[in-house]
């Protein structure tokens, strides 16, 4: 029986492959990784931000629902951690830990505890170290007038029903940047050092209005809210002439 007999030349494998070939099939498949990661970035946060607005809409449900079966009155926006708000209640001054969303006035409304987080704010190196874990989400302070009042707003005394009432706060906000603090309750200034965050698109910011919408709001428009004197759609407290 004739046996096959191969050969080596320099630089060549028994397969037939040189290494200009191995290198050659290398930098395409890396070509390719450069070519279609962006894609493969877009989609991932395309899908995130369908998740966060999914949240957002059983959080502008949950707050027309409890506004409806409580005098028309808000949930109080946990500012200061002082009494039982649309998150939590707080215990010793403080949110309770992470998970426990029983105590929260929405959570009759929005029992789905997933509901309540981003999955890109769950990346952010700021999480571990907040105090309140339990969502992605603020509250607008102008529920209460930032403190002002121990009672909260009507749903229907803000000046417009696209007011804005819940959003993502950005943590890089700020000089320096305010980072874990944002977090310190569930409730923020709409300024911009803790307010409205864009996480998922430079462009726009998705936010919940008081009328129990869910808004795409470009950046532009957001900090012209936020700079604005006299009230605006960001600060709306009836308990002030200037919204503030």
Not at 29 to 55: D, E, G
Not at 118 to 136: F, G, H, V
Not at 146 to 172: H, M, V
Request: with cysteine; net charge neutral; proline share 6%.
């Amino acid at each position: 029986m004739n046996k096959m007999r191969f050969t080596h030349s320099e630089g060549r494998s028994v397969s037939g492959f040189t290494r200009t070939d191995a290198i050659t099939t290398v930098a395409g498949l890396v070509l390719l990784l450069l070519i279609f990661s962006p894609a493969l970035a877009n989609s991932k946060n395309h899908a995130a931000r369908t998740i966060c607005r999914n949240n957002l809409r059983q959080m502008a449900n949950a707050s027309v629902m409890y506004a409806t079966d409580n005098a028309e009155n808000m949930a109080f926006p946990n500012w200061g951690n002082s009494a039982a708000g649309w998150l939590y209640t707080p215990v010793n001054g403080s949110p309770p830990h992470a998970g426990t969303y029983k105590t929260g006035v929405w959570f009759e409304y929005v029992r789905d505890t997933n509901a309540y987080l981003c999955p890109i704010d769950l990346e952010s190196p700021y999480y571990k170290s907040r105090a309140n874990q339990l969502s992605s989400y603020l509250m607008n302070g102008a529920v209460c007038g930032y403190g002002q009042s121990t009672s909260t707003a009507k749903i229907t005394d803000p000046w417009s029903p696209e007011c804005y009432l819940l959003y993502q706060p950005d943590e890089a906000l700020g000089q320096p940047p305010i980072g874990a603090f944002a977090f310190n309750d569930a409730s923020s200034f709409p300024d911009r050092n803790e307010g409205m965050g864009a996480l998922h698109s430079v462009s726009s910011v998705d936010i919940v209005t008081v009328g129990g919408n869910v808004r795409s709001v470009t950046t532009a428009r957001v900090l012209n809210e936020q700079t604005a004197k006299a009230k605006s759609f960001a600060w709306w407290s009836p308990f002030s002439a200037n919204g503030r």
